[in-house]
């Protein structure tokens, strides 16, 4: 295992160990919330970093904000007082409108930027046979409506790829930062195209275990789809956990469209009590593709582009970390090969931070 993997796995652990003692004691100061007033705010980084490569799917970011749990959508606070027509909007959309009682609904916020390259980055040249250079930034919309045991999302994500995206520019900043040499093909890049994306994805718990002592395990599978000049596949996967005050939220995520999940399920959520609570997991998502944006080229005009694969596979497992509403994960991917030619799959790690307030 890669020596910058060793070193992420142990900063959780030493979290952990140092959360505990403070945890213990309790903080007076920290009343409990409830997940009706409570907000969530995460930010993802995601980099090959800690596999030790810089190539393919290189870095990324993403930063989330989900609303408390709300009777309806058109009672978030935000859309009731600047954009009532977006709220009244979002109540008529099938499957995420008019659901049995005892559901809950909330709602997403988030942007992020993504960024592809080949394997040689130090050529000037044209990699033909490799992945064209890529940038994409994006916005998203996301709705939740959720139950004790499931949970139904529906994003609307809109964006550009291309030289507007600002790919180079973040990749070049954060290169001289680490004091890095810089990517020298970006010539080569997809052309700007705006970006729109839908996605829907459902993700279940149809089993909790609560094993004594505070600790608990769980089986969340998932299946969606995702539409759009972007991304279009169909996908199904799962994830099981194993921890200490365990939440009853639906797990962790990758950045991925559908990704904002994470929040509190529960009052009795480590999230929401500032308890200390701990998990390990380990989980699989295959998706059979139909469109990828960054393997395939743009869609209205010529670009370089390669041959992609139908089917890729992400394995991960990882560790989350919560203490005093803070939300530490750590979870290391195994991505198939996505295109011909492709030699290896990728590694990449995924590193969050999340604040429930």
């Known amino acids: ?47 090959d970093f800690f596999a030790g490569t810089d190539e393919h799917y290189t870095n990324a970011f993403h ?25 009244r909007a979002l109540e008529s959309i099938p499957l995420m409108s008019g659901r049995p009682a005892g559901t809950t609904y909330n709602v997403g ?4 930027n993504s960024i ?3 394997v040689a980055t130090r050529e000037e040249a044209l990699q033909a046979d490799d992945r064209p250079y890529a940038g994409h930034s994006y916005a998203a919309l996301a709705l939740h409506a959720k139950n004790a045991t499931r949970l139904d999302s529906f994003e609307i994500a809109a964006g550009i790829v291309g030289p507007s995206s600002g790919g180079k520019f973040v990749q070049d900043s954060w290169h ?17 195209e705006p970006t729109l994306n839908l996605t829907w994805q459902r993700i279940q718990r149809p089993l909790r275990v609560d094993l004594g002592r505070g600790w608990a395990a769980d089986a969340l599978p998932h299946y969606g789809g995702t539409l759009g000049n972007v991304f279009t596949y169909a996908n199904a996967g799962g994830q099981v956990r194993l921890g200490r005050n365990l939440p ?6 990758l950045i991925r469209p559908g990704a904002i999940v994470g929040a509190p399920g529960d009052p009795g959520d480590p999230q929401v009590t500032g308890e200390l609570g701990y998990n390990v997991f380990a989980g699989v998502d295959g998706r059979a593709v139909a469109r990828n944006i960054f393997l395939d080229g743009n869609t209205w005009r010529h670009s370089h582009s390669v041959t992609r694969k139908p089917f890729v596979a992400d394995v991960f497992c990882g560790v989350s970390v919560i203490w005093r509403r803070w939300t530490f994960t750590y979870t290391h991917v195994y991505r198939s090969p996505e295109f011909e030619g492709q030699h290896d799959g990728q590694v990449f790690g995924s590193f969050s931070v999340g604040y429930t307030f």
Do not use: C
């Open 1 to 47: 295992m890669p020596r910058n993997t060793l070193a992420s796995l142990a900063f959780m652990l030493w979290l952990a160990l140092l959360a505990a003692p403070a945890a213990a004691q309790g903080d007076a100061q920290d009343a409990p919330l409830r997940p009706e007033d409570s907000y969530t705010v995460t930010f993802y980084d995601e980099n």
């Open 63 to 87: 930063i989330s904000v989900l609303s408390k749990d709300l009777p309806r959508y058109a009672q978030e606070p935000f859309l009731r007082e600047h954009a009532p027509w977006l709220a």
């Open 109 to 112: 916020f988030s942007f992020g």
């Open 116 to 118: 592809y390259t080949p």
């Open 176 to 192: 001289r930062l680490i004091n890095k040499f810089r990517s020298r093909g970006w010539d080569h890049q997809l052309h700007d």
């Open 248 to 253: 009853a939220d639906f797990g962790v995520s």
